[in-house]
């Protein structure tokens, strides 16, 4: 058993979910990649190796591991939503240009930022979104200047 497979096993069990055949698949293959997919790209994805996997079976299993806690699913405005295998607490970075989303080491905000922003409120957890032009994208765009 590979150590990604223990792992999943380990997630499973500690979250209380069964961890069925595509319900498995989808998990793997997020945990496998570096990547924040959509819904639609890890139905592809899956449905390459187990055509059985229905769309309505991928969203549905997406649903249940977000509510489980074995992804996070990040919300891009205007856009579909990513989903997450990285637990880990994190920021992203989303590009605006090609729709990459990226993770930015954590770091914890001051208390004092946003405390009257804040009051009466009781707030469980926060990310921040950063957005703007990744690296890739910047330096393919042209210099100002520069002939084309």
Known sequence: MSNLSAELDKAFL???LRPTAQR???LEFLAGHSVHATAEEIFRAVNRHDPRASRATVYNNLRSLAKA??????MSEGKAARFDANLRRHHHFVCEHCSAVE?????????SVGRASL????VSDYE???RGACVRCRN???????KL
Do not use: T
């Open 140 to 146: 393919s765009r042209p210099k100002r200047g520069a």
């Open 128 to 130: 921040i979104v950063f």
């Open 119 to 122: 009051a009466g409120r009781d």
């Open 69 to 74: 806690g074995l992804v996070r699913e990040v």
């Open 103 to 111: 993770d930015i080491l954590w770091f914890d905000l001051p208390p």
């Open 24 to 26: 498995y698949a989808v």
């Open 14 to 16: 500690a979250a209380a």
